[in-house]
């Protein structure tokens, strides 16, 4: 019996599939170059082209897509707040957008499969925004947006999971500037100020607003004072000691011992002329 003559596709279309060339048979299967009207090219068999692939893919997708608009349509969701945050979550994790490029797609950062096409998917796992102030947030910055990593947080919530935060440690707590700021009552900017001036953290975290325990050089040459095994800026010593910062600077521009500088009382004249005396 003559063997059957392949027919040859080349040319022919299928719905959004061209014919390119014949690639090759697999047992009694053949397998041709297909190109898409996106621009994919697949190798398709031709069984599956006659009956039913009319697209390397892209068709269903977009009909997934529109299936997840119509189905937020229908719930009267679309526009909501929940679910322009579904939106740019997947615009973020764009590797073509720059924000996708440096800090989601390029560190691995991705929307799970479930949730990508499927907004009700995701609106039904984390449910409506507490409120206004509240945005999607990853408990996990090193994992993606999925199932048990996403929730509703407020700005605040948020800057305290950056992976970049500035962790500050003292007295045995290590704390965000955020939540040192909340607990000493300084603000935010107050503390990163300080820090980048070169003040101590116990400078920092423990001065009042407006101290500055450098004197008056606004922090360029800081003037320290040690004593009993504690070098301190004067102001602190003042602080500490009950006595006002100018008196004990007064002492020392005059020649006092520090020890004497710091413990005699107010009123007391220099050891040092009683010696000479």
Same mark, same amino acid.
């Given at each position: 019996m003559p063997r059957k003559q392949r027919e040859d596709l080349t040319g022919r279309k299928f719905g959004?599939?061209?014919?390119?060339?014949?690639?090759?048979?697999?047992k009694s299967a053949y397998y041709w170059n297909c190109v898409c009207e996106c621009g994919t090219e697949k190798q398709i068999a031709v069984t599956n082209?006659?009956?039913?692939?009319?697209?390397?893919?892209?068709?269903?997708?977009?009909?997934?897509?529109?299936?997840?608009k119509l189905r937020a349509?229908?719930?009267?969701?679309?526009?909501?707040?929940?679910?322009?945050?579904?939106?740019?979550?997947?615009?973020?994790?764009?590797?073509d957008s720059n924000a996708g490029r440096s800090n989601y797609y390029g560190r691995g950062i991705s929307v799970c499969d479930e949730w990508k096409n499927d907004f009700m998917a995701f609106y039904n796992h984390i449910g409506?925004?507490?409120?206004?102030?509240? &945005?999607?947030? =990853?408990?996990?910055?090193? $994992? *993606?947006?999925e199932p048990g990593n996403v929730r509703w947080a407020t700005n605040k919530e948020q800057c305290r999971n950056k992976s970049?935060?500035?962790?500050?440690?003292?007295?045995?707590?290590?704390?965000?500037?955020?939540?040192?700021?909340?607990?000493?009552?300084?603000?935010? &900017?107050?503390? =990163?100020?300080?820090?980048? $001036? *070169?003040?101590?953290?116990?400078?920092?975290?423990?001065?009042?607003?407006?101290?500055?325990?450098?004197?008056?050089n606004n922090g360029r040459t800081p003037r320290c004072v040690e004593f009993n095994g504690e070098s301190l800026p004067i102001p602190v010593w003042a602080k500490k000691l009950g006595m006002k910062d100018h008196l004990i600077r007064s002492r020392l521009k005059d020649g006092w011992p520090v020890e004497s500088a710091l413990t005699l009382p107010v009123g007391s004249e220099n050891p040092l002329k009683r010696q000479k005396s």
């Amino acid at each position: 019996m003559p063997r059957k003559q392949r027919e040859d596709l080349t040319g022919r279309k299928f719905g959004r599939l061209t014919v390119l060339s014949f690639a090759f048979r697999k047992k009694s299967a053949y397998y041709w170059n297909c190109v898409c009207e996106c621009g994919t090219e697949k190798q398709i068999a031709v069984t599956n082209l006659i009956q039913s692939t009319k697209s390397c893919g892209c068709w269903a997708k977009e009909v997934y897509k529109r299936d997840a608009k119509l189905r937020a349509w229908k719930h009267g969701l679309e526009g909501t707040k929940e679910y322009r945050a579904w939106q740019g979550m997947k615009n973020r994790c764009n590797p073509d957008s720059n924000a996708g490029r440096s800090n989601y797609y390029g560190r691995g950062i991705s929307v799970c499969d479930e949730w990508k096409n499927d907004f009700m998917a995701f609106y039904n796992h984390i449910g409506p925004a507490p409120s206004e102030k509240h &945005s999607v947030d =990853r408990i996990d910055n090193d $994992r *993606g947006y999925e199932p048990g990593n996403v929730r509703w947080a407020t700005n605040k919530e948020q800057c305290r999971n950056k992976s970049d935060n500035h962790y500050i440690e003292f007295k045995g707590e290590k704390l965000t500037v955020i939540e040192w700021s909340e607990r000493i009552g300084i603000e935010e &900017s107050a503390i =990163r100020s300080r820090l980048r $001036r *070169g003040w101590t953290v116990e400078q920092t975290l423990t001065l009042p607003i407006n101290a500055n325990p450098f004197g008056r050089n606004n922090g360029r040459t800081p003037r320290c004072v040690e004593f009993n095994g504690e070098s301190l800026p004067i102001p602190v010593w003042a602080k500490k000691l009950g006595m006002k910062d100018h008196l004990i600077r007064s002492r020392l521009k005059d020649g006092w011992p520090v020890e004497s500088a710091l413990t005699l009382p107010v009123g007391s004249e220099n050891p040092l002329k009683r010696q000479k005396s």
